[in-house]
């Protein structure tokens, strides 16, 4: 089989990718077998060297060693999230718990430990550079927090937990796309469609065509892109409450993608975990490892925007109710009404139609606004290369470039939604950038999940998407412009209530009018957007902050409420979600961005679980950093992007991240910027 598998062959593709055409999904188990049997080995060479542990022979080998194993999980990785297939679900069902089980023997390994732990016991005479105790101190940390310190049957236990966490992460998030992918709000003529705007039926109509429906049909999926402008602009309330109802509800449905039990047992395991490692629950293990540190420094941010955002939310539901009264509505608001009556506000105060606005944001003149940001602050030109096939027609394929013209990575952007692709929007990379070893240049991508065009009339985004397309664009440049020796340091691998600095400060540069001026430009005519438009964009900038930034608040305080139990069996997911909503006091017509049983962040992994503060957490950040562009009279001053690079883009996990932005800022954040940009102080 290895002669003929092409993912155990050299992967000489263009600039090392994979060979993506020759790949089927029957391919990733013996691969995976060799590859997790090549590193293994290197593993026990490692642990039993007999030479004494050293830098080199003991951390710096770790973080060379399974090099096959780890492209090999990160293109299987990207292909589940952007190109399922049953074939491949099935692989990643079956290989959950062996790949978990091979974590688990690398960090509880006795040996390795004792090698891995003497040295950092060493570490202040070892004569290190400032990177490399870096990497030091996080691969023994990583140890400890995998267990490494567990003896006997708590040892066995933990390992028994890891496996069955990774099955149940891979069958929350295989249920998840199973709802997304079998719903569709199928609008039968135009009564269905009343109130809807040209480019909307332009997508209904393209999703139709995606999912093989006859020609002249349109559909309601559940991708953001489509279901949003729906609920905003549809005047079907029946057809509004359906779809908004089928929102809510993914991995809510009894049968076999019901996710209640799932995040149940989840839950409990990860309550067993922290207790293994002697943390009272969850949320105080994984907040160990962060910039807040604790549950009290979350609740304090969580808190402080909390407040003034319920006041917010009640002058806009009073702007709702006059605009329902205007309409001739009297039935109660409900959550499947706000965006409704929102745009009629927004129009009626601010003279903003989203029909109008959304011709000027044609989705290729946006990469090409991110593009032109990138040139402009750090150098990079992004060289589109049509002939480099990637894993699906959709994805475009670019060489990355710095200002000298070498070559600085590649980008891969996959912009679309489609029946097979996870809902959401995220960076990944097929590749890290490194020198530990092999100089490896960095392969990154970006995922959106736009609707796209009908075929010949391009695709137009929403103010919304132009800024989701930046701020992934922005953990992409975190990527790309990684400049350190180690793997396990690069990029955007850093704590996680740092990650979101580099990708929410890109976002300020998607609303600036300078950027917007040179880009922003009638997919028809041709004419740059107005004055007068960019003055009302402008005002209007503060409109529905306060409902928008509840349900982030609401998601949060979940999340963190779910992990800080401290009773071994875990509630229903449903019931405590609603006790919790009910203490927080949210209005029911707001409600929540994330439910708990489609809560990707969550449940499909551990990443984010006890985290999705950390996007409030980095908008601390961002809007402070940005003040330095604001400060130094140009948002495009060369100096203040030279030293974000030096201190934050470039240098990955390299510098412990506090330190890394007062290098960069020359003290910390302040949190006035965040509350004024949300229109909160």
């Known amino acids: 089989m290895t002669a003929t598998n092409p993912l155990l062959q050299t992967w000489d593709g263009p600039y090392g990718l994979p060979p993506f055409e020759a790949i089927a999904a029957e391919h990733f188990m013996p691969a995976f077998e060799q590859a997790l049997a090549e590193h293994r080995a290197e593993l026990q060479a490692l642990a039993h060297n007999p030479a004494a542990p050293s830098f080199d022979n003991t951390i710096a080998a770790l973080d060379r060693s399974g090099r096959r194993l780890k492209a090999l999980r990160q293109l299987f990785d990207t292909l589940n999230a952007s190109v399922s297939s049953e074939p491949l679900q099935a692989v990643q069902r079956a290989m959950a718990a062996p790949l978990a089980a091979h974590s688990n023997a690398i960090y509880l390994d006795a040996a390795l430990f004792a090698r891995v732990d003497a040295l950092h016991a060493q570490r202040a005479q070892l004569g290190l550079t400032a990177e490399q105790l870096r990497l030091l101190e996080r691969i023994q940390l990583d140890f400890v927090r995998a267990g490494a310190q567990l003896q006997g049957e708590a040892r066995q236990r933990y390992a028994h937990i890891m496996e069955r966490l990774a099955q149940l992460h891979t069958q929350f998030a295989q249920n998840v796309l199973a709802d997304e992918c079998s719903y569709q709000l199928l609008l039968q003529g135009e009564a269905d469609m009343a109130g809807l705007p040209d480019y909307l039926r332009a997508s209904a109509r393209q999703a139709a065509a995606q999912r093989g429906l006859p020609e002249g049909s349109h559909i309601v999926t559940l991708s953001r892109s489509l279901i ?70 979350v609740q304090a941010l969580l808190q402080q925007v909390w407040a003034p955002a319920q006041q917010a939310v009640q002058r806009e539901r009073e702007q709702l109710l006059a605009a329902q009264r205007q309409c001739g509505d009297t039935h109660p608001l409900q959550a499947w009404d706000w965006r409704y009556y929102a745009e009629k506000v927004r129009q ?122 930046f701020h992934e664009f922005g953990h992409a440049l975190h990527g790309l412009l990684s400049d350190v020796a180690f793997e396990r340091l690069s990029g955007t691998q850093v704590l996680r209530d740092f990650v979101e600095l580099p990708s929410q400060l890109m976002e300020h540069w998607m609303a600036e009018p300078e950027v917007l001026r040179r880009h922003a430009r009638h997919a028809q005519t041709g004419e740059p957007i107005s004055d007068a438009l960019l003055a009302k964009l402008k005002a209007a900038a503060h409109f529905n902050q306060g409902y928008e930034t509840l349900r982030y608040c609401a998601s949060a305080l979940v999340d963190l409420a779910v992990h800080a139990r401290t009773d071994a069996q875990a509630p229903d997911p449903v019931a405590f979600e609603a006790q919790t909503l009910a203490a927080l006091g949210l209005p029911a017509e707001v409600g929540m961005n994330h439910r708990l049983v489609h809560f990707q962040h969550l449940f499909s992994g551990s990443s984010y679980a006890s985290g999705y503060y950390v996007y409030l957490w980095a908008e601390v950040l961002d809007c402070d950093a940005f003040e330095a562009f604001v400060e130094a009279g140009d948002v495009f001053d060369p100096t203040t992007a ?40």
């Open 228 to 297: 949003v402008p729906f609920l905003t602009f549809s005047q079907r309330r029946d057809l509004r409450q359906q779809a908004y109802e089928a929102w809510v509800a993914r991995g809510e449905h009894a049968g076999e993608t019901d996710n209640r039990a799932i995040v149940q047992d989840i839950l409990t395991l990860r309550h067993e975990q922290a207790q293994l490692l002697g943390y009272a629950c969850y949320a105080d293990y994984a907040l160990a490892d962060t910039m807040a540190g604790s549950q009290g420094a």
């Open 348 to 469: 009626q105060h601010y003279a903003l139609d989203e029909a109008q606005i959304k011709p000027h944001f044609a989705l290729g003149a946006m990469v090409q606004a991110a593009f032109d940001c990138a040139q402009r602050l750090y150098g990079l030109r992004f060289v589109h290369q049509p002939t480099v096939a990637a894993y699906h027609p959709d994805v475009q394929v670019y060489e990355v470039q710095d200002a000298q013209g070498r070559l600085r990575g590649l980008f891969l952007h996959d912009n679309f939604a489609r029946p097979n692709k996870r809902s959401g929007a995220w960076m990944n990379a097929l590749r890290w950038q490194a020198r530990n070893g092999i100089d490896a240049l960095p392969i990154i991508l970006n995922n959106n999940n736009f609707a796209k065009g009908a075929t010949g009339e391009g695709t137009l985004l929403s103010f919304d998407d132009v800024r989701t397309l």
């Open 642 to 681: 030279a030293r974000l690079v030096e201190h934050v883009l470039a240098v990955g996990n390299s510098r412990e991240p506090a330190a890394t932005y007062r290098a960069f800022r020359g003290r910390d954040a302040e949190v006035t910027p965040m509350l004024r940009g949300r229109g909160l102080c």
